[in-house]
């Protein structure tokens, strides 16, 4: 079960006490308001509030930028150029909280985006429950062999079996071992500050995460692409779609430029004009090294 029974009484209370406001309020994201999605098998994301929608980021651009947004005439044609022009303080005006419970290792790459406010469930004051990560079968993989933080082709077999059995009967061993040192039974018990050591980085964990819409189109720009690892890439993809109710023109601005996007250096941007103009181009005649080009080409020839 993603959500605790305390959470859901606490959801339920909440629902059944709606508030009168006078804020500027979407209706795709008051759909998405206490309901948690899940993601992975023991994880989920919901939203717990939200500040701002389209219009926010228009009302701040207007103000901030003044004469340069003058000739463009609609909201959204507004909120492309500030995308297309990289200003970020427009979408600033907006903020989401989520609610997200996820795996410990997972986390942890989370945590490296250091621009939201975070408050994380703290397992030195309660007892971390017995929920392991654990991958389906389709998400086995061997490590790359061209890539040294990525995934090759994935395990079958026996060797999937094995694999599978290791990571079960490791993370309930130790977190038998984590029980039998924080029980009592009739002696103190080892402090729980100290018996969290002992959990596996594939236990649950949950935190809120505050986040305005700047840093969050920065987090799911890295998190929502292909390259990003799976247990992080499902994370942002569930929001993507929350975000995709909340702000519609800005992600479509964002899916465009940025998801659907490339960034070239100069030696890139050199290279397709000559393209453009009939030249051949090459590595060696490109001035990229082997492996520029290699991304350069995967980019004209596979954005994915």
């Not at 410990?104 to 469930?121: C, G, K, L, S």
């Not at 050591?197 to 840093?215: G, R």
Request: aromatic share 10%; net charge negative.
């Amino acid at each position: 079960m993603p959500l605790e029974p305390e959470q859901l009484a606490e959801i339920e209370d909440l629902r059944s006490h709606p508030q009168p406001t006078l804020r500027a309020t979407v209706p795709g994201m008051e759909a998405h308001l206490y309901h948690a999605r899940p993601v992975l098998d023991h994880g989920f994301v919901r939203v717990i509030d939200y500040m701002g929608d389209d219009s926010a980021i228009c009302q701040a651009a207007r103000v901030s930028y003044g004469k340069g947004t003058k000739s463009v005439q609609n909201d959204e044609g507004l909120i492309r150029y500030l995308m297309r022009h990289w200003h970020s303080t427009p979408f600033e005006m907006c903020e989401i909280k989520l609610h997200v419970k996820l795996p410990v290792f997972v986390a942890r790459q989370w945590i490296r985006h250091r621009t939201a406010n975070v408050n994380e469930y703290s397992a030195r004051y309660s007892i971390l429950d017995r929920e392991f990560y654990i991958p389906q079968p389709d998400a086995l993989n061997a490590q790359s062999v061209v890539n040294n933080q990525g995934r090759g082709a994935v395990l079958e077999g026996a060797e999937a079996e094995r694999v599978l059995e290791i990571l079960k009967a490791d993370s309930n061993r130790a977190y038998d071992n984590y029980e039998s040192m924080i029980s009592d039974e009739g002696q103190q018990g080892l402090a729980r500050e100290l018996a969290r050591m002992n959990l596996p980085a594939n236990i649950y964990t949950q935190w809120y995460w505050k986040v305005d819409l700047h840093n969050l189109f920065h987090f799911l720009r890295l998190r929502a692409d292909a390259h990003a690892q799976y247990e992080i890439r499902v994370y942002a993809d569930a929001i993507c779609e929350m975000v995709k109710d909340w702000v519609p023109a800005a992600y479509a601005a964002f899916e465009d430029y940025r998801l659907g996007g490339a960034t070239m250096s100069g030696k890139a941007l050199d290279c397709v004009r000559r393209m453009v103009k009939g030249e051949e181009v090459t590595q060696e005649t490109s001035g990229m090294s082997k492996g520029e080009w290699r991304e350069f080409m995967g980019v004209l020839n596979d954005p994915a």
